[in-house]
């Protein structure tokens, strides 16, 4: 018996399509963004911290603003695209396509990966005209650029299938992922951190895709590795298990 790709690639061209079409506001909207950090972060601490981890204060931040940028659209695109698919009533039209619960998670899920990807390449591009970045190890770039944009694309299925109106989508990225975003240590190293502080960010995952991210262009970071590696896989497989009981379970998407 011959296995089809065809729903699965018609799920996730659908996806990519949906965000392409108004790409000034969902990539070129949050590379602007990235810069203007950059700037802003830069010209406000750049005099009066020169190096952090024997690089300067700019380079060290950058590939931590590109990983901000990777999880926070990846997050959106999911969220939104199942998020207004149930608030216009055609959720119903997917759901009924001949598509099976794994491969609807999957298909959400690749297209927000690929929303990420695509905006953190742009983001690294923009950041290219102002400060040299160099690429340590590629594997590790890899690695945790697909560890991050997978993990906050289950998160934003999981929140476009539990909210029931905008505001609680806007209350999730604005009350928890953005303060964990920027607590994760995009704009600092937890080691300069007091011991409380450093510990509690030992258990945020965002520290984790921000931390292995920068190692892979610096070659240097805060957690082990290895550490951080397998805390993302087992954190990913277990979010897209919970993403795909969602759609098999029918919460909150069937009458």
């Known amino acids: 018996m011959n296995y089809s790709f065809l729903p699965i690639w018609t799920l996730y061209t659908r996806e990519v399509k949906r965000f392409i079409k108004v790409g000034m506001q969902t990539i070129i909207g949050p590379v602007i963004s990235s810069l203007l950090f950059l700037a802003v972060f830069s010209l406000a601490l750049g005099n009066s911290l020169k190096t952090i981890s024997g690089v300067s204060f700019s380079e060290f931040i950058a590939p931590g603003l590109i990983m901000m940028t990777i999880l926070q659209n990846a997050f959106s695109n999911s969220a939104s695209s199942i998020g207004q698919a149930k608030f ?46 160099n690429i340590y190890s590629y594997t590790a770039l890899t690695f945790y650029m697909l560890m991050g944009s997978m993990m906050m694309a289950c998160l934003g299925t999981m929140v476009g299938i539990w909210a029931d109106k905008w505001d609680q989508q806007q209350g999730i990225d604005n009350f928890i992922v953005l303060p964990l975003t920027f607590l994760s240590g995009t704009f600092y190293s937890i080691n300069l951190l007091p011991d409380f502080w450093r510990s509690l960010s030992s258990v945020n995952p965002f520290f984790y895709n921000i931390d292995g991210f920068r190692y892979a262009f610096i070659g240097t970071s805060d957690a082990p590795i290895l550490q951080g590696a397998f805390f993302l896989i087992v954190l990913n497989i277990l979010l897209f298990f919970c993403c795909f009981l969602m759609f098999k379970s029918g919460y909150k998407l069937k009458a």
């Open 88 to 133: 216009q009533g055609n959720i119903i039209d997917i759901l009924m396509a001949p598509l099976n619960n794994f491969e609807l998670t999957l298909g959400y899920v690749l297209g927000s990966i690929t929303r990420g990807v695509i905006c953190g390449f742009a983001t690294y591009i923009g950041i290219l005209f102002f400060i040299p970045l």
